[in-house]
């Protein structure tokens, strides 16, 4: 079975603090993904990577950076929270050459900004 | 206009009945399609692709009409277990998956 791990599924933090959320998975998935999901809006790309150390804006990538330092995994960095940056953070990857459209998602990540 | 669009629901149907959703998208170059499922506080998952001649998985049907742009769900003999939000997934011509907001489906006994 695919697993793809999320490190924390529920965070509190204050205002202009640095939060790190992690992604593991262990398919040698090429491809990875970080969404934001809120209701009334679904799910919106943030960022994506197709390899090692490449990163690609998605659609809303202000306020966001990533990591992809290894295959297996892929950071998403907050650098000063703000609290429009509540939300749920949803990590997924799939096959690259192979990719068939399904996405393997990790539980998420609930991000409160007080 | 939103490139995929849902009714959000909910669809509230009673065990053992059939319930459609629809889907329409708005890029007509959009080259495949699937349905996930979405269980309360969970990730969502695959359920099934949209092939052009429709498809069937068990209980469920997912048909796509190119002309008039939308993607169908059809659920028969509704089970319980089957309440959870439905999204659409439309992948566009620049081979980036949009999501729908979902369509939540409750099933009551």
């Known amino acids: 079975d695919v697993k793809v791990t999320q490190s924390s599924r529920y965070l509190v933090k204050r205002t202009g603090e640095k939060v790190f959320l992690e992604c593991v998975q262990d398919m040698d998935h090429e491809n990875m993904f970080w969404y934001r999901q809120d209701p009334g809006l679904g799910l919106r790309l943030i960022y994506f990577?197709?390899?090692?150390?490449?990163?690609e804006k998605g659609d809303i990538p202000e306020g966001y950076s990533v990591s992809r330092e290894k295959k297996e995994r892929f950071s998403l960095i907050l650098e000063s929270a703000s609290t429009n940056q509540t939300s749920m953070y949803l990590c997924?990857?799939?096959?690259?050459?192979?990719?068939?459209?399904?996405?393997?998602f990790g539980e998420g990540s609930r991000l409160t900004v007080l | 206009r939103k490139e995929v669009e849902q009714d959000p629901g909910p669809f509230n149907v009673p065990e053992g009945a059939t319930v459609a959703f629809n889907c329409t998208y708005s890029n007509s170059a959009s080259q495949s399609f699937f349905w996930y499922r979405q269980d309360c506080r969970k990730e969502p998952k695959l359920l099934m692709s949209v092939y052009s001649s429709g498809n069937e998985d068990g209980r469920f049907t997912a048909q796509l009409n190119r002309a008039s742009q939308y993607i169908s769900l059809l659920i028969r003999d509704s089970k319980l277990s089957d309440s959870a939000t439905y999204l659409c997934v439309v992948r566009n011509p620049t081979d980036k998956l949009i999501f729908g907001t979902g369509t939540r489906l409750q099933v009551f006994p």
């Open positions: 997924a990857s799939s096959w690259g050459a192979r990719d068939t459209g399904e996405l393997f």
């Open positions: 990577s197709y390899d090692v150390k490449m990163k």
